[in-house]
């Protein structure tokens, strides 16, 4: 099916590890990307390609992928990542663009 | 520094039409791939529409349905989408978005525009 699934939210101990995962059948075919999106802001491009970080990205985000699953990892969560995080995949059948429904993500 | 700046949106009824446009500056926008990208009111991302830097044009159909068309004014720095026959669940804050890679239709979006607000009621 041309979707992406995300879990709608999660939390983190500050200084701890998270995983967030993205599960779709675009996904065996097409690499993820990652957005983060923080409250009235526009979304920001994370992680894209091949575990990809933009400039200025730290380098805690990473991401992995496995059959039709990708998953972004915060290794050691800050309070500055509480935000909301998509994943983005392409939809080769449909010659389109996939967001997943996003996951929230809560620092403790 | 790149800009994308959105403008056009407001309040329609369901029926109605409207243009949105996306000023770029920053960049040399001929090259890129553009998108629009749309967030219901407290809901995720979705994306709308996309043209590239030759002007191949692809769609979310099951979204647009024939009402939206995408358009890019290269002499202009100009990215639009012109909406019809507007519907209420089409409420949303529309973002223009940029392609991170020159002469690629990535859909990796790097810069986006602050958004304009499109609101569906009567």
């Known amino acids: 099916s041309s979707e992406l699934t995300q879990d709608p939210s999660m939390s983190v101990a500050l200084g701890q590890t998270v995983r967030i995962t993205c599960q779709g059948d675009s996904l065996r075919t097409s690499y993820a990307t990652w957005y983060q999106q923080k409250p009235g802001q526009a979304p920001k491009l994370i992680i894209y390609g091949k575990n990809t970080r933009p400039s200025g990205i730290p380098d805690r985000f990473s991401d992995s992928s496995s059959g039709n699953t990708a998953s972004l990892t915060i290794t050691g969560a800050q309070a500055e990542d509480e935000a909301d995080y998509y994943c983005?995949?392409?939809?080769?059948?449909?010659?389109?663009?996939?967001f997943g429904g996003g996951t929230r993500l809560t620092v403790l | 520094e790149v800009q994308l700046l959105n403008s056009g949106g407001g309040l329609v009824q369901p029926g109605g039409s409207l243009r949105l446009s996306c000023a770029a500056s920053g960049f040399d926008f001929s090259k890129y791939a553009m998108s629009w990208v749309r967030q219901a009111p407290g809901k995720g991302l979705e994306w709308v529409s996309g043209?590239?830097?030759?002007?191949?044009?692809?769609y979310n159909r099951d979204l647009v349905k024939g009402r939206f068309t995408i358009s890019r004014d290269d002499s202009k720095n100009t990215l639009s989408l012109e909406m019809n026959n507007l519907r209420v669940e089409d409420t949303a804050v529309y973002y223009c978005?940029?392609?991170?890679?020159?002469?690629?239709?990535?859909?990796?979006?790097?810069?986006w525009g602050q958004g304009t607000l499109v609101t569906v009621s009567s």
């Open positions: 983005k995949s392409r939809d080769t059948i449909n010659n389109s663009v996939l």
């Open positions: 978005a940029k392609d991170h890679s020159p002469y690629y239709d990535s859909s990796d979006f790097d810069s």
């Open positions: 043209i590239d830097n030759n002007g191949y044009i692809k």
